[in-house]
């Protein structure tokens, strides 16, 4: 059974595109943007919220940066708990019109907390140059990996593009083409470690024609990539994939079904896909598969749902989170308790 909590809701604001990080301690930090709206980014802010009682109840929402009023505003920001304990946020900050396409207007931003979430840093900029960053990867050798997408001049497709450090951040290698293919919109990816030196980024595809996710392999710690293959999530946007303690691989997404709701009604849809190590590794979509639970509906006529982050207990227990419109006036965050039992009937039940 899913449960569900409500980690912020703020009637005067909209609060959307949510991400959540387990430190050492057990304590949940979420973190979000407030905005004036999703289509309007006259003000924004980053704020977080914390729960010690594994997402049941949360703390008052606090700031991490400055509020915005205009160009150089704040976009989508991602949390990661480094080996060392630390918490690191990333965000882009954006210095453009929508029209504008050129990526130095994309900037992205570290700010970290060695103390659980209390306190913060002073934002630190990165050479990464793009939108809608994924999480600060941590690979097992140390080497981080800072990944967002923007458009190819030429083409006016969307590219996915990774910058990595192999000494902390002080200094970084980049940019290197993750995903980029003529026709296909490949952005917002979420980059898994698989084994060894082999990682699998899974994409959005963002042509609203409802096309599958995309996902690319690369053998040499993302140094260089494959070219996209087509892989069972349809409709997929916004993918966040992880590793569930029992070896299974977990991707939540929004599903976005295209055709007039591109322009309309948007989305209404949160889903969570449960595949595997050969699936992710397969060369061609007839090889992999994936199992798809609904994690929510929005029931608003404005419906605008389906950036997620999730994180798991150590006994099972996932915990995911969520913007959505829904019985509010304007965008909440949401919380999600479940375990991979969800997914399943026991063959007594079947």
Same mark, same amino acid.
């Given at each position: 059974?899913? *449960?569900?909590?409500?980690?912020?809701?703020?009637?005067?604001?909209?609060?959307?595109?949510?991400?959540?990080? #387990?430190?050492?301690?057990?304590?949940?930090?979420?973190?979000?943007?407030?905005?004036?709206?999703?289509?309007?980014?006259?003000?924004?802010?980053?704020?977080?919220?914390? /729960?010690?009682? $594994? !997402? $049941?109840?949360?703390?008052?929402?606090?700031?991490?940066? *400055?509020?915005?009023?205009?160009?150089?505003?704040? @976009?989508?920001?991602?949390?990661?708990?480094?080996?060392?304990?630390?918490?690191?946020?990333?965000?882009?900050?954006?210095?453009?019109?929508?029209?504008?396409?050129?990526?130095?207007?994309?900037? @992205?931003?570290?700010?970290? /907390?060695?103390?659980? !979430?209390?306190?913060?840093? *002073?934002?630190?900029?990165? %050479?990464? $140059?793009?939108?809608?960053?994924?999480?600060?990867?941590?690979?097992?050798?140390?080497?981080?990996?800072?990944?967002?997408?923007?458009?190819? %001049?030429?083409?006016r497709n969307l590219v996915q593009r990774l910058w990595y450090s192999d000494d902390q951040g002080a200094t970084w290698t980049g940019p290197v083409i993750v995903g980029q293919q003529p026709g296909l919109n490949l952005c917002e990816a979420s980059i898994l470690p698989v084994e060894g030196q082999t990682l699998v980024a899974f994409h959005r595809e963002n042509s609203g024609?409802?096309?599958?996710?995309?996902?690319?392999?690369?053998?040499?710690?993302?140094?260089?990539?494959?070219? %996209?293959?087509?892989?069972?999530?349809?409709?997929?946007?916004?993918?966040?994939?992880?590793? #569930?303690?029992?070896?299974?691989?977990?991707?939540?997404?929004?599903?976005?079904?295209?055709?007039?709701?591109?322009?309309?009604?948007?989305?209404? @849809?949160?889903?969570? !896909?449960?595949?595997?190590?050969?699936?992710?590794?397969?060369?061609?979509? *007839?090889?992999?598969?994936?199992?798809?639970?609904?994690?929510?509906?929005?029931? /608003?006529?404005?419906?605008?749902?389906?950036?997620?982050?999730?994180?798991?207990?150590?006994?099972?227990?996932?915990?995911?989170? @969520?913007?959505?419109?829904?019985?509010? %006036?304007?965008?909440?965050?949401?919380?999600?308790?479940?375990?991979?039992?969800?997914?399943?009937? /026991?063959?007594?039940?079947?």
């Open positions: 059974m899913i *449960e569900r909590f409500t980690v912020s809701r703020d009637d005067t604001i909209y609060e959307a595109f949510p991400d959540v990080a #387990l430190t050492p301690s057990g304590t949940l930090v979420c973190v979000f943007a407030e905005c004036t709206h999703h289509g309007d980014r006259s003000y924004t802010r980053i704020m977080a919220t914390t /729960s010690t009682d $594994r !997402g $049941r109840t949360w703390s008052a929402k606090y700031p991490l940066t *400055e509020a915005t009023h205009g160009i150089g505003y704040y @976009n989508c920001p991602r949390i990661t708990t480094l080996s060392d304990g630390r918490l690191v946020v990333i965000v882009d900050k954006i210095y453009a019109t929508g029209e504008d396409r050129n990526p130095d207007c994309y900037r @992205n931003l570290l700010i970290f /907390s060695d103390d659980g !979430g209390v306190t913060w840093s *002073e934002a630190v900029e990165t %050479p990464a $140059r793009g939108i809608v960053p994924d999480r600060l990867l941590e690979l097992a050798d140390g080497r981080w990996i800072l990944s967002c997408h923007t458009t190819e %001049p030429a083409s024609k409802s096309w599958d996710c995309f996902k690319t392999i690369s053998y040499d710690n993302g140094a260089s990539w494959s070219a %996209p293959i087509a892989f069972p999530l349809p409709a997929c946007h916004r993918p966040v994939a992880g590793w #569930l303690r029992d070896g299974q691989i977990l991707i939540t997404h929004r599903f976005m079904q295209g055709g007039k709701g591109w322009t309309g009604w948007w989305t209404q @849809n949160l889903f969570a !896909g449960l595949t595997d190590r050969e699936s992710a590794l397969a060369p061609s979509r *007839e090889e992999a598969h994936t199992r798809i639970l609904p994690l929510d509906f929005d029931r /608003s006529m404005q419906s605008d749902t389906g950036y997620s982050g999730w994180v798991q207990f150590e006994d099972g227990e996932i915990y995911v989170v @969520n913007y959505i419109l829904d019985d509010a %006036p304007k965008a909440q965050i949401r919380g999600y308790a479940l375990q991979v039992q969800d997914f399943l009937l /026991s063959p007594k039940e079947g």
